[in-house]
């Protein structure tokens, strides 16, 4: 007979189970989470501003929530992480599964609840959303988004709302103004070009538009090959081209060249292409009316611009679809150039809230994710973990004296600045090694000297680490003591208080 396993199902013994975070997921401390939840109170505020209000739905959906990432019926986890409502029941046993993003459960709840919503309805969401793919670098199975879309208009100026709502939000968070633009096409001037351009079927559809999405990439002379016959890469691989005339081929390359003046000129220069396409000129009116709406609001054409070649989406998108770039260059460890690309994006997807009124719904709608913008910010020099400290430490030296400790803190606490007593069992330089990895702005040290004085010594850390790089004669620290003063006992507040404000 063998021994049970334990009351947590773990077997009998020596058995330890291997400390291991799973794949493609991550584990964050203090710092990266202050960042985080630092960048949303700034860009949700500026969403609040513009009149949207927060929402929250569950973290489950059931499977035919999720629209195009619904699973295959005999692989119910292909893409989305899913599991049976009620295995056991055969009249309950509906699939369930972790949201893929934030949209699909807005058109869910928006469908569930469209005769109590005002309409327009304009929400803000952020939240974890899970994905079942294969991870990578940079590239994982949980992560965080943030959305802002309204359902219920089909004005153009909803797009261009959420357009300016989204540069001042990337702006809030911490990019300069200039840094990222936000570039703007529409499904419509596409459909027009393609009829321009001779494409007759689906495929030949999807590999003109492939073609366009590496124009950054390969240039336009890349891209002619791929919109003819094709073309062969440096290893030798061949890519079948989209197979166009000369002439449609021309007319492509005309439209994606049409993006290089301002607003204005751009939408003239691709009339030029597909005017006379009523599904093209009905996309040129819609991009004329988000121009002067956005001119209206005061975002320039360094901020928000038309440009013909963004086509990511388009399967999604019904008509106007946007993306936001970072325009900083930047560089790697080994100082080669890197282009950082997109941080966002985003258009009108009239079709979703359909799938389950049957009724078209017009929405449109800006998500971004928000470890991504974070990266944006350190790749444009505003890295902002620097400026999430850890809190004052103050020194135990006697376990008699905790009390006493307990008081100094909680006065700090009380003014709203972070304060902790150390309570390790080390002695003063491992406490003070403690606060440094803290990064704490101080440290306070009560010994008895002070006691008996009604003071405090209180050492700055922050100005200690600013003087650390650039001190390099040992004597020269040794004798200034930087950052170290003793002051009374009731001075403790506002001087933390100078520390905090002159970081």
């Known amino acids: 007979m063998t021994d049970a396993p334990d009351s947590l199902g773990a077997p009998p013994g020596d058995f330890r189970p291997q400390a291991r975070l799973p794949r493609g997921l991550q584990d964050r401390r203090g710092r990266d989470v202050a960042m985080e939840r630092a960048l949303l109170t700034r860009v949700t505020a500026v969403y609040e501003r513009y009149g949207f209000e927060p929402l929250e739905t569950s973290a489950f959906e059931y499977a035919d929530a999720l629209g195009k990432f619904l699973p295959d019926a005999d692989r119910p986890n292909e893409g989305v992480f899913a599991f049976q409502d009620d295995p056991g029941d055969e009249t309950a046993s509906e699939w369930m599964a972790l949201r893929y993003d934030l949209t699909a ?41 943030c959305d802002a879309d309204t359902v219920g208009s ?3 100026e909803a797009d261009a709302e959420i357009i300016a709502m989204a540069v001042e939000g990337l702006e809030a968070a911490g990019l300069p103004q200039g840094s990222a633009v936000v570039k703007i096409n529409n499904r419509k001037l596409l459909n027009g070009l393609l009829s321009a351009a001779g494409v007759q079927s689906e ?56 993006g290089a003046g301002g607003r204005s000129a751009t939408l003239d220069a691709i009339a030029e292409v597909i005017g006379g396409s009523a599904e093209g000129d009905q996309g040129l009116e819609e991009l ?44 790697d460890d080994r100082g080669q150039p890197v282009r950082f690309g997109s941080i966002g994006g985003g258009g009108r997807y009239d079709d979703l809230v359909a799938r389950f009124t049957g009724q078209q719904t017009p929405a ?24 999430v400290r850890g ?23 009380n003014a709203g600045i972070a304060a902790e007593v150390y309570l390790g069992s080390s002695g003063m330089k491992a406490q003070m ?34 003087l650390a790089s650039k001190v390099t004669d040992n004597a020269e620290w040794r004798s200034g003591r930087p950052g170290q003063a003793t002051i009374p ?13 002159a970081a």
């Open 105 to 145: 459960p807005l058109a869910r709840f928006a469908a569930q609840n469209w005769e109590t919503l005002p309409k327009p309805f304009r929400r803000y969401a952020f939240g974890p959303v899970w994905r079942n793919e294969k991870p990578g670098p940079g590239r994982f199975r949980e992560f965080t988004q």
């Open 154 to 156: 089909a004005r153009p």
């Open 203 to 258: 495929g030949q559809k999807l590999a003109v538009l492939r073609a366009v999405d590496k124009l950054d990439r390969l240039g336009p002379d890349g891209v002619r090959l791929l919109l003819g016959e094709g073309r062969k890469d440096e290893s030798g691989d061949f890519t079948k081209g989209a197979g166009l005339a000369a002439k449609g081929i021309e007319a492509v390359l005309a439209f994606t060249r049409a």
């Open 288 to 331: 004329r009316a988000i121009g002067a709406a956005l001119t209206g609001m005061g975002v320039d054409e360094t901020r928000a611009m038309f440009d013909p070649s963004v086509v990511r989406g388009l399967e999604y998108y019904t008509g106007p679809v946007f993306e936001a770039e970072l325009t900083l260059s930047t560089t």
């Open 364 to 387: 449109t709608g800006f998500s971004f994710g928000v470890s991504r913008l974070v990266s944006a910010l350190k790749a444009a020099g505003r890295d902002q973990a620097s400026q």
């Open 391 to 413: 809190p004052v430490v103050v020194i135990a030296f006697n376990a008699e004296h905790m009390a006493d400790y307990f008081a100094v803190v909680s006065a700090l606490r």
């Open 433 to 466: 090694k403690y606060a440094d990895r803290r990064l704490s702005p101080a440290v306070v040290m009560i010994g008895d000297d002070e006691r008996a004085a009604g003071a405090v010594t209180v050492k700055d850390l922050d100005l200690g680490r600013e």
């Open 489 to 501: 006992r009731d001075e403790l507040v506002p001087f933390i208080q100078r520390i905090l404000g």
